[in-house]
């Protein structure tokens, strides 16, 4: 199994930045394929960004592109975003999520990833 625990949510006004960290502990070897989603209150839960073990290949929704970056540290089992120029539509709780499979496709769909952590809020302000 593995375990996910987000981090660095928060209040922050339009225009703003954060990174969010998600640790991953527990049989992290077969953490291939890493995302973000998030899911704002009476919608569901939407593809952020996906990045593959060795971190060459990355993907973006198309509402975050160029604004969003996704990262990774292997050595730190950790998860990384870097979300700047933040607008209001960005709030939400943020999820990070691995899947046990290597194979880069799919890569924006739920259910395809197998391990979620409980999620970290992000309130963007006007």
């Known amino acids: 199994q593995v375990q996910l625990v987000e981090s660095g949510g928060g209040l922050v006004q339009a225009g703003g930045s954060l990174r969010l960290s998600c640790v991953a502990s527990?049989?992290?070897?077969?953490?291939?394929?890493m995302g973000w989603f998030r899911q704002a209150p009476g919608k569901e839960r939407e593809f952020v960004s996906a990045i593959s073990w060795s971190g060459t290949n990355t993907a973006y929704a198309d509402t975050v592109k160029g604004r969003f970056t996704i990262s990774r540290d292997n050595a730190k089992s950790t998860l990384y975003l870097q979300m700047n120029t933040l607008k209001p539509e960005d709030t939400a709780v943020y999820y990070c999520a691995t899947r046990t499979v290597a194979l880069w496709k799919n890569y924006d769909s739920r259910s395809e990833y197998q391990h979620w952590g409980q999620g970290t809020q992000v309130t963007v302000s006007l």
């Open positions: 527990g049989r992290t070897f077969n953490t291939y394929v």
